[in-house]
């Protein structure tokens, strides 16, 4: 099936046809419309969506797309679609609620509806409108079901298989199964939906980078749930099933690979992206960046249970051809704010992407670092966000595709998505007083500089390789010292190093402890302790 695939993704795009009556057109989209705001799921199954498919087909047959190319004016994208509402919670207890709940992505599309963002008349007059001012709205782009096939290009079909078979689960399996897995390290609820909405937020995903990376649009916001960051290749954890951005990188890789061979991933949800940084850890075209909480390994998702299994500590640069690219900046605690995400971006991310210069930028853009979000505690405001996403606009051409990750206060990430929205419309990101950078943050930064030093020329100016000044054999200064003080004393005084037995020991204590000549002989023992 998915109908829907061939709608947008493009490859045969026809001039305008005086035919296609745009009377034809479905008013509504996908929940793009007023009834998206509503709450309430789309009542017809999964596959009447796909009915719309022909008519839209028509549209892209008017050559909206197409006519603004030739202008070199394209309009934003955004897509969404009502199903990924679907999952919920199977616990249909007395306190059912989960952070990452259905409403999410609702309250987000809300606001973009509102500040006028989202046009909720029909594509037919959507299309006139941007074609004289394409900024006005965003343009949709529908989302669809990834196939197993994209699926697996970052899965285990073992994988694929456990989340399809969700979908066969009894209410009840599904509910001692959410028990189960909700906690610790899984940190899972599973639904009888969970599958379809998944592939749909995967598929959301794909198409959104497709349409960025072709330049159907210049650039494009994926309002997507389940999650996708924390999904390791053979698991499902921390909300999240199938990991939506990999998937849709190594989709586009293979789709475009003269239009897009270097992706940047930026995360900067306040978890750590473990499923993407171990995705591509020795890929050396995909450059991940994390800027998280990291807490000395013990915030979400903490340490893995494979201790061979990378984490994201700042010393975790990728392996292999990918060394170097993966760039992890972990803050010490809770309660960073605009001041540190700004210098992440100044000192760090911005130097080291520009010298990556990638082709496409995906942002793993998880809200939970906004101010408000009881779950990651930090203090980023829509203005700050706002700026990361105008710093990234500067790369790739502008072909920045944003992906929604984590992020749990409805009003706090309603706000911030906003804000990378009107961004990403090209409206410029609003005056802002940047808070001093806290000097712990200061000291994290300069740590993530020294581990990226030895692979980024940027990143190396006024830094101290510890490696390489080892490879040298370089000496330390107090080892110097001691050994010329042990110089003047076996030349003046005759006095000899001894060894030092124990192993441990020796190295430090080699050439400091000294002793006159006949020491086995004599009955009495002077012992001078010097501490310079
Ligand atoms: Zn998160």
Excluded at 304 to 315: R, V
Excluded at 434 to 447: D, F, T, Y
Aim: charged share 20%; aromatic share 8%; proline share 7%.
């Amino acid at each position: 099936m998915d109908g829907i695939d061939v709608v947008m993704d493009g490859q045969d795009f026809a001039l305008p046809s005086a035919e296609a009556p745009p009377t034809e057109v479905p008013s509504t989209s996908n929940g793009f419309g007023e009834s998206g705001a509503s709450g309430t799921p789309k009542s017809e199954s999964p596959g009447a969506d796909d009915e719309g498919a022909n008519d839209e087909e028509d549209f892209s047959a008017a050559g909206y797309p197409l006519a603004l190319k030739r202008q070199g004016i394209l309009p934003t994208g955004c897509c969404y679609d009502d199903r990924m509402k679907l999952h919920a919670n199977a616990d249909f207890g007395p306190s059912p609620h989960h952070p990452e709940d259905p409403a999410r992505i609702e309250y987000i599309m809300r606001m973009l509806k509102r500040a006028g963002l989202v046009f909720s008349g029909s594509d037919a007059d959507l299309i006139p409108i941007l074609q004289k001012t394409p900024n006005k709205y965003m343009w949709r782009i529908p989302a669809r079901r990834a196939t197993r096939e994209e699926i697996t290009s970052v899965h285990h079909p073992h994988h694929f298989r456990w989340v399809e078979e969700l979908s066969r689960k009894t209410t009840e399996e599904l509910r001692i199964l959410s028990k189960k897995l909700d906690q610790g390290r899984d940190s899972l609820y599973v639904g009888s939906l969970s599958y379809e909405a998944a592939l749909i937020s995967a598929g959301g995903a794909i198409e959104t980078c497709k349409n960025v990376v072709s330049g159907r649009v210049k650039n494009a916001f994926a309002v997507i749930r389940p999650p996708g960051h924390h999904a390791e290749f053979d698991r499902a954890m921390g909300f999240c099933f199938f990991n939506n951005v990999p998937i849709a990188a190594r989709v586009c890789q293979a789709d475009y690979p003269d239009l897009c061979r270097k992706i940047l991933i930026l995360d900067w949800d306040v978890h750590h992206g473990n499923g993407i940084q171990n995705m591509f850890y020795d890929d050396p075209n995909v450059l991940y960046i994390s800027i998280h909480v990291y807490e000395d390994g013990n915030f979400y998702p903490g340490k893995p249970e494979n201790s061979m299994t990378p984490d994201g500590g700042m010393e975790r640069c990728g392996s292999g051809k990918g060394l170097g690219r993966n760039v992890n900046i972990g803050w010490h605690s809770q309660g960073m704010g605009d001041g540190e995400y700004m210098a992440a971006f100044q000192k760090i991310v911005m130097p080291i992407a520009q010298e990556f210069s990638p082709d496409l930028v995906i942002i793993s853009a998880g809200f939970d670092a906004a101010a408000g979000d009881s779950l990651g505690g930090c203090f980023v405001t829509p203005p700050c966000y706002a700026h990361m996403t105008h710093m990234l606009m500067s790369l790739a051409g502008g072909k920045v595709a944003v992906c929604l990750e984590g992020g749990y206060n409805l009003e706090a990430i309603s706000k911030s998505a906003l804000a990378v929205a009107q961004t990403l419309m090209g409206e410029p990101p609003p005056k802002m007083e940047i808070p001093p950078l806290s000097k712990e943050a200061a000291r994290v930064l300069a740590r993530a500089q020294s581990y990226q030093a030895p692979y980024w020329e940027c990143m190396r100016p006024g830094v101290v390789d510890v490696l390489d000044m080892h490879a040298q054999k370089s000496k330390r200064l107090h080892d110097v010292v001691r050994e010329s003080q042990r110089l003047v004393l076996s030349e003046k005084h005759g006095m000899i190093p001894i060894y030092v037995q124990r192993d441990g020991l020796f190295n430090s204590y080699e050439n400091q402890v000294l002793v006159t000549r006949g020491i086995h002989k004599a009955k009495k023992l002077l012992l001078v302790i010097h501490d310079p």
